[in-house]
Every structure is written in structure tokens, then in C-alpha cells.
């Protein structure tokens, strides 16, 4: 398990992305279960990791088949963030065998990618060095519609949010930078314009533009595509005047690298926009 309090998703945000996704997919019926499968008639199935894993939407996947039929039983055997092996049943559902058909697809849609995003941040945060203060977060790169079940499943895998949405907090980047004429135009205009309780942050790509950051005072300073010495080199010049975050050709293979620099986050896109399906069937029982 994460050793982070797993705050779950919103039920109200739960029942609205699977109404739509049911509606995508069983909105005009199911001409093969209608066809095979009596009402009447009763089955069991589990839901079988295929691969090692880590787990991620149980709750969601639970809710797609309340919204299918509220005979739906499903007995959960694990908990979100687990790690599991190939063969572990994450959980048995059983009741009328049609419901059970018509919602498979989009409850194992959603398990499947939440369990990937789970399994890729936790790959990452494995790697951080013992001691590490650095921790691993998301970004705004994520399925539209999904970032609530995204983000969510970041924190399953041991990961940390980055801001919600545009209105979370202030992020000047580049294209911000260069609207406005520079990097202490655009921290200034920002600060005159952002509650007492926003912190600001500053992306540079330049040690001059760095330097700009740190005279306009920036909270945080995001370091983007800083290769390893100039990411060393970067951390001795701020030296504690701001928070570090890290993003940018961040690989499984540099995170500890990156960590061991001294920095405070590193924000990884590929966490959502690059996460593969992980494996996980709906075996039925016969």
C-alpha cells in the first residue's frame, strides 16, 4: 500500500464520468447480451490481474455496475495501491449475469488505466534515493474529461498532485514569458494580480532567465530540460531562496539522479499522458 492518505474521489464526480462513459457504450443497448443472455439468469466472475501491478479505481469500477443494476454484488480482495502479483483476484462480482456483461467493458476501461497510471507513478517513486526529500508529481497533461480518475490514480501509486486546474494556482511558462516581455514582467504582473495565498511559480529554461526569477522574488522555480550539471549548478545558485521543481526529460533511469540533486519535486507528464493499460481480465466462473 501507499503509505499516503488516499483521499478518495468524489462520488458525485464518480456517477457522472460513468454515466457518460455508459452512455458512450451502452447507450443504444447491447444487441449481444439482450440476444444470448436471459434476464433471469445469474453468474459469478473475478477480476484477475494479468501482470504485477498496482491497483487503482476499485471504487469506480464498483460504481459502473451499480449504475447497470443495483443487483450487482461486488467483493473487493484487495485495496487501491496494492501491489499485486499475476493470478490475484482484485475482486469476485456476482448477480444477473446480463448487467454483469454490459458493464464489463467500461469498468475494466477504467480499472485498466487507472491501474496503469497507479503502476507507472510507483515505478518512479521507487526509484527516489532513501532519504530523498523530492517527490514525485502529475501535471495538466491528462485524458480530458478523466483527471479526476487520473490524478487519483497518482496518489495510489504513491505520487502527489500538482495544481487542479488553471485556477489552483499561478504557473507563468514559457509561452506566458514571452507574451509579456520577460520573465520579471511576467512574475510582477502575476504577484499584482494573485490572492495572498497563491504562491507563485516560474518556469526558466536559462540561467539568465533564472536569475531573473530569483530578483523577482519567485516562490517556486521550475527548472524545465536542465541536463544533470546544469540542474547541480542551478540548485547551488538558488540555494534555498525558492522551491525546486524539476521537469523535462525525467526517466526512470535519472530519478534518483535528479533526487539526489537536492530538489523538491519532479513532475512527470508521462504519468497520465504515456501510462499503458495495465492488464486485468473479468474471468467468468463456470
Not at 493470478?87 to 469476485?92: I, S
Amino acid at each position: 500500500m501507499t503509505d499516503l492518505f488516499l483521499a478518495p474521489i468524489p462520488r458525485v464526480v464518480i456517477d457522472d464520468l460513468v454515466r457518460r462513459a455508459l452512455l458512450e457504450d451502452l447507450g443504444r443497448g447491447d444487441v449481444t447480451t439482450d440476444a444470448c443472455v436471459p434476464p433471469e439468469l445469474t453468474g459469478e466472475a473475478e477480476l484477475i490481474a494479468r501482470v504485477p501491478l498496482v491497483c487503482a479505481g476499485l471504487d469506480v469500477f464498483e460504481a459502473v455496475f451499480a449504475a447497470v443494476d443495483t443487483n450487482v454484488k461486488i467483493e473487493r480482495r484487495v485495496r487501491d495501491g496494492e501491489r499485486l502479483a499475476p493470478k490475484t483476484v482484485a475482486a469476485h462480482v456476482s448477480g444477473p449475469s446480463n448487467a454483469i456483461l454490459k458493464g464489463e467493458r467500461v469498468a475494466l476501461n477504467f480499472v485498466q488505466r487507472m491501474s496503469g497510471v497507479a503502476t507507472k507513478t510507483r515505478a518512479l517513486v521507487d526509484a527516489l534515493p532513501a532519504g530523498s526529500k523530492a517527490r514525485i508529481a502529475d501535471t495538466r497533461k491528462t485524458t480530458p474529461g478523466l483527471r479526476a480518475f487520473e490524478r487519483y490514480a497518482v496518489r495510489a501509486g504513491g505520487g502527489h498532485n500538482h495544481r487542479d486546474d488553471l485556477s489552483s494556482a499561478v504557473l507563468i511558462k514559457d509561452n506566458h514569458i514571452a507574451a509579456v516581455g520577460g520573465v520579471k514582467n511576467a512574475i510582477e504582473r502575476a504577484r499584482a494580480y494573485a490572492p495572498h495565498t497563491s504562491r507563485i511559480e516560474c518556469e526558466v529554461k536559462t540561467f539568465e532567465e533564472l536569475d531573473q526569477a530569483l530578483s523577482a522574488r519567485a516562490d517556486i522555480i521550475m527548472l524545465d530540460d536542465f541536463d544533470d550539471a546544469e540542474l547541480k549548478k542551478a540548485v547551488g545558485i538558488i540555494a534555498g531562496r525558492a522551491l525546486i521543481e524539476v521537469s523535462g526529460s525525467v526517466t526512470l533511469e535519472r530519478v534518483a539522479v535528479i533526487a539526489a540533486a537536492g530538489v523538491d519535486v519532479i513532475s512527470v507528464g508521462g504519468l497520465t499522458h504515456s501510462a499503458a493499460a495495465m492488464d486485468l481480465a473479468l474471468d467468468w466462473i463456470v
